[in-house]
């Protein structure tokens, strides 16, 4: 290593183990887990019974009018998830399959095969399979682009058909894309609606014997425009909490001023999201609809309808009335009859509806996914609170909190953290492996999976695992690890501390690595 990336390394690590707690993230919302990203109110307060309204969705309408009780509806829609895996590998782990990077497997076709798999290779035969599913593909235009989406998210939903049919489903209510009143249409929502229709479509001429309808919104949605928000319930297209800055910001309500809570410029985006809350703008903030209820508003938040939205979807599906928790819900709709209500399908008697996708039918699945790791958080979770000796206002409460919640540190004992021991080479090469998804040892030797990850890597170097770490090897190894992990290191200014008060051959203590690991992290 040069002398010049030596020296900068060890400027970079001198601020990284003294800086206050200041230049650091702040303290996640409420409810917040950073070890996984997920924000856990999001599935339970925030959103009714798991699901991504206040209320039931359109699936659960359709299996009370169809199959004769709200209940009567399997749920497979996950929240985040795309149509497959759009991007990466399954083989190496790279697979991208849902919006949440820590939720694997839960990609619409990842989805029925679960279903079949759970089923022995053998559907339903009297059920409804209901599919919703490509919005969440726009996240991979950048890479992808509009076309290239579009056509790898129609060939998946004509997977996840394939999936259903082979093993013995029969009718099927494909939902397209579509967009929402006083909003104007995207180049990927109306390429992936046109790409799926013709997939679909061809799917069903090589598979006659199957009842399949596609439905877009886009008819119930230009009526709702043409009659009015009045004569549908409403009092504006708006939508009611604000979520876009969820988790790292928790949630708000559209009609509040969020200045406080939201980042208002770059020096308060602390997650770097890279936009910025303003009472000017009319999206987020309508501080007009105060005084309105939930199901006033076409919209829950921004990616999500309200409950009332889901049974005008439903009525509109059906061409009638439908019944609800509260009793009959008048359809309104004034349009011609939707393509499923012109179908045999909305006349038959189901035994069940499967539904899968996204969000957009999510009747609590993820709740159910993520279940086991919301009970275990409950178990595992550990901060600074459980250390009696550490500070919780010490210049490293930030960092050791943060390490100890992400799993990347342990206590030293029943209690204790030992904030100002020496940390051995071994034990800090541990933390890398573990901030990199390496997992511990069996035995005494837990360090030797890392050691022998980090030896692979370049980052080991000829340490001796015993000896204690010097700042100096401290900042050759994350030199080499920021590369690995692809973290660019910031240059030092120029009016920096000079070298010689550097102390390179100075202990780095428990506390200073807790320091360098959570700053790295959050580069």
Same mark, same amino acid.
């Given at each position: 290593?040069?002398?010049?990336?030596y020296?900068?390394?060890?400027?970079?690590?001198?601020?990284?183990?003294?800086?206050?707690?200041?230049?650091?993230?702040?303290?996640p919302?409420?409810?917040?887990?950073?070890?996984?990203?997920?924000y856990v109110?999001?599935?339970?307060?925030?959103?009714?019974?798991?699901?991504?309204s206040?209320?039931?969705?359109?699936?659960?309408?359709?299996?009370?009018?169809?199959a004769?009780?709200?209940?009567?509806?399997v749920?497979?829609?996950?929240?985040?998830?795309?149509?497959?895996?759009?991007?990466?590998?399954?083989?190496?782990?790279?697979?991208?399959?849902?919006?949440?990077t820590?939720? %694997?497997?839960?990609?619409?076709?990842?989805?029925?095969?679960?279903?079949? %798999?759970? %089923?022995?290779?053998?559907?339903?035969?009297g059920?409804?399979?209901?599919?919703?599913?490509?919005?969440?593909?726009? /996240?991979?235009?950048?890479?992808?682009?509009?076309?290239?989406?579009?056509?790898?998210?129609?060939?998946?939903?004509?997977?996840m058909?394939?999936?259903?049919?082979?093993?013995?489903a029969?009718?099927?209510?494909?939902m397209?894309?579509h967009?929402?009143?006083?909003n104007?249409?995207?180049?990927?929502?109306?390429?992936?609606?046109?790409? &799926?229709?013709?997939?679909?479509?061809?799917f069903?001429?090589e598979?006659?014997?199957?009842?399949?309808?596609?439905?877009?919104?886009?008819?119930?949605y230009?009526?709702?425009?043409?009659?009015g928000?009045?004569?549908?319930?409403?009092?504006?297209? #708006?939508?009611?909490?604000?979520?876009?800055?969820?988790?790292?910001?928790g949630?708000?309500?559209?009609?509040?001023?969020?200045?406080?809570?939201?980042p208002?410029?770059?020096?308060?985006?602390?997650?770097?999201? #890279?936009?910025?809350?303003?009472?000017?703008?009319?999206?987020?903030?309508?501080?007009?609809?105060?005084s309105?209820?939930?199901?006033e508003f076409?919209?829950?938040?921004?990616y999500?309808v309200?409950?009332?939205?889901?049974?005008?979807i439903?009525? /509109?599906?059906l061409?009638?009335d439908?019944?609800?928790?509260?009793g009959?819900?008048?359809?309104?709709?004034?349009?011609?009859?939707?393509?499923f209500?012109?179908s045999?399908?909305?006349k %038959?008697?189901?035994?069940?509806?499967?539904?899968?996708?996204?969000s957009?039918?999510?009747?609590?699945?993820a709740l159910?996914?993520?279940?086991?790791?919301?009970?275990?958080?409950?178990?595992?979770?550990?901060?600074?609170?459980d250390?009696?000796?550490?500070?919780?206002?010490?210049?490293?409460s930030? /960092?050791?909190?943060?390490v100890?919640?992400?799993?990347?540190?342990k206590?030293?004992?029943a209690?204790? !953290?030992?904030?100002?021991?020496?940390?051995?080479?071994?034990?800090?090469?541990?933390?890398?492996?573990?901030?990199?998804?390496?997992e511990?040892?069996?035995g005494?030797?837990?360090?030797?999976?890392?050691?022998?990850?980090a030896?692979?890597?370049?980052i080991?170097g000829?340490?001796?695992?015993?000896?204690r770490?010097s700042r100096?090897?401290?900042?050759?190894?994350?030199?080499?690890?920021?590369?690995?992990?692809g973290?660019?290191?910031?240059?030092?200014?120029?009016? !920096?501390?000079?070298?010689?008060?550097?102390?390179?051959?100075? &202990?780095?203590?428990?506390?200073?690595?807790?320091s360098?690991?959570?700053?790295?992290?959050?580069?």
């Open positions: 290593m040069n002398k010049k990336r020296r900068i390394l060890l400027m970079i690590l001198a601020t990284t183990m003294m800086c206050a707690p200041a230049c650091f993230a702040g303290a919302a409420e409810g917040y887990d950073i070890s996984d990203n997920m109110k999001a599935e339970t307060t925030y959103y009714w019974e798991g699901r991504y206040d209320g039931r969705v359109f699936p659960e309408y359709l299996a009370k009018e169809l004769g009780n709200f209940d009567k509806v749920n497979y829609a996950v929240g985040g998830a795309f149509s497959g895996v759009l991007t990466g590998s399954v083989e190496d782990g790279t697979d991208r399959s849902n919006w949440s820590w939720l %694997k497997g839960w990609g619409g076709v990842e989805q029925t095969e679960i279903f079949v %798999k759970e %089923k022995a290779g053998k559907a339903d035969l059920a409804l399979y209901v599919i919703s599913v490509g919005y969440n593909d726009s /996240y991979t235009l950048g890479t992808l682009g509009a076309a290239g989406a579009a056509q790898k998210s129609a060939e998946n939903i004509v997977e058909l394939g999936n259903l049919a082979d093993a013995g029969t009718d099927f209510l494909v397209l894309l967009t929402n009143p006083g104007d249409e995207n180049e990927f929502t109306k390429t992936q609606r046109e790409t &799926t229709q013709k997939a679909v479509n061809g069903i001429a598979n006659g014997s199957l009842s399949v309808t596609m439905v877009c919104l886009d008819e119930l230009r009526d709702m425009e043409k009659q928000t009045a004569a549908y319930g409403y009092k504006t297209w #708006g939508f009611y909490m604000i979520s876009d800055w969820v988790p790292a910001y949630y708000a309500l559209a009609a509040e001023d969020n200045s406080k809570i939201l208002t410029s770059a020096a308060e985006d602390i997650y770097g999201y #890279g936009y910025y809350y303003s009472t000017d703008s009319s999206y987020y903030y309508t501080p007009e609809a105060a309105y209820a939930v199901d076409f919209g829950y938040d921004e999500h309200t409950s009332k939205t889901h049974k005008h439903a009525a /509109y599906l061409n009638a439908i019944a609800t928790d509260s009959t819900f008048k359809n309104v709709y004034g349009g011609k009859p939707s393509p209500a012109d045999p399908m909305a %038959k008697t189901y035994s069940m509806v499967y539904s899968f996708g996204d957009t039918i999510d009747s609590g699945k159910e996914v993520t279940g086991k790791l919301v009970r275990d958080r409950a178990v595992k979770s550990v901060g600074i609170g250390m009696r000796d550490c500070g919780k206002k010490e210049w490293y930030t /960092y050791v909190n943060y100890l919640q992400c799993g990347i540190m206590g030293t004992g209690g204790t !953290f030992a904030p100002d021991n020496p940390i051995t080479c071994a034990q800090f090469i541990t933390l890398l492996g573990r901030a990199a998804g390496v511990d040892s069996a005494n030797n837990y360090y030797a999976s890392h050691v022998s990850w030896a692979e890597k370049g080991a000829d340490f001796v695992p015993g000896e770490l100096g090897d401290a900042a050759k190894m994350i030199g080499v690890y920021a590369g690995v992990i973290k660019e290191l910031p240059e030092p200014g120029e009016d !920096f501390i000079n070298e010689n008060l550097l102390f390179p051959g100075e &202990t780095v203590t428990r506390a200073q690595a807790a360098i690991l959570a700053k790295l992290l959050n580069l």
